[in-house]
């Protein structure tokens, strides 16, 4: 008798505790849904392109070392097989990498040229933009100046690497008033190009490297290296970007270097 009356006290009808109601079922369907579309890591027929931005994601985080194939699988939440399928192998993700990188930058070292400054401060701005650049992609500039980790052969590679040589050129004949040919530039030229290049990238490096840190704290409270860069670049303006005015006629400069070519 008392396990029945127990089994009839139990037997209540009443709906348990533990199940939701049918509102709040559907509140969480509609965030399982929500939080599926966040997560999904790329739109269907977009593969590829996502696992060029979780490579990106990976360079920066982990540097160059820790950029695998199968680290930029588990970044992009694709199975292991996925990177190799569009790229071949590691050489070919960062090359494709590289090449993005160098798009990047050529936009960013562009759109200074936009501007109704001086040829002077475009010059410099071109430099502050190139220096920017490496600031806010450290890995993936890297990536850029790696020649034995990407295959320079890739028509895309060649192809972004050598806007970057004609942006630069194209910056340094306007500072010369003169035009520059991206095949075959004259030795000065080429000296002139090189001279730019050293300046702005060697500068870019230390930065990055942290070299230019005891240099900063010996001077007052508060100055960055933006600061020291602009005062490197205008006190060299001269040289390095020559006035308009002052600019040596080609055919002068052309007759200089024949002097010192020997018999």
Request: hydrophobic residues 45%; charged residues 20%.
């Given at each position: 008798m008392t396990k029945k009356r127990s089994i009839a006290r139990t037997g209540s009808h009443r709906?348990?505790?533990?199940?939701?109601?049918?509102?709040?079922?559907?509140?969480?369907?509609?965030?399982?849904?929500?939080r599926k579309s966040v997560d999904a890591p790329y739109h269907h027929g977009a593969l590829r392109?996502?696992?060029?931005?979780?490579?990106?994601?990976?360079?920066?985080?982990?540097?160059?070392?820790?950029?695998?194939?199968?680290?930029?699988?588990?970044?992009?939440?694709?199975?292991?097989a996925a990177p190799t399928h569009h790229f071949?192998?590691?050489?070919?993700?960062?090359?494709?990498?590289?090449?993005?990188?160098?798009?990047?930058?050529?936009?960013?070292?562009?759109?200074?040229?936009?501007?109704d400054a001086s040829l002077v401060e475009k010059a410099i701005d071109r430099?502050?933009?190139?220096?920017?650049?490496?600031?806010?992609?450290?890995?993936?500039?890297?990536?850029?100046?790696?020649?034995?980790?990407?295959?320079?052969?890739?028509?895309?590679?060649c192809e972004a690497v050598n806007a970057s040589f004609r942006g630069l050129a194209g910056a340094i004949g306007s500072s010369r008033q003169e035009q520059i040919s991206e095949a075959a530039p004259l030795l000065e030229q080429a000296a002139a190009i090189a001279r730019a290049w050293s300046l702005v990238?060697?500068?870019?490096?230390?930065?990055?490297?942290?070299r230019l840190t005891d240099i900063l704290r010996r001077l007052p409270r508060g100055t960055e290296a933006e600061t020291l860069l602009d005062i490197m670049l205008r006190s060299t303006a001269g040289s390095v970007i020559p006035a308009v005015g002052a600019a040596v006629p080609t055919s002068q400069r052309n007759a200089r270097v024949s002097a010192t070519r020997p018999e």
């Open positions: 709906a348990p505790t533990n199940v939701a109601s049918p509102q709040k079922m559907r509140k969480l369907g509609e965030a399982r849904t929500a392109d996502a696992l060029l931005k979780a490579a990106e994601r990976v360079l920066e985080r982990d540097g160059l070392a820790g950029l695998t194939l199968r680290a930029v699988a588990r970044e992009a939440r694709v199975s292991h071949g192998d590691l050489t070919g993700l960062l090359s494709e990498l590289a090449t993005i990188g160098f798009r990047q930058f050529n936009d960013a070292t562009a759109a200074t040229g936009a501007t430099a502050k933009a190139y220096v920017a650049y490496a600031q806010a992609h450290p890995g993936m500039y890297g990536l850029m100046f790696r020649p034995e980790r990407i295959d320079m052969s890739r028509p895309s590679l990238h060697g500068f870019t490096m230390l930065l990055l490297d942290g």
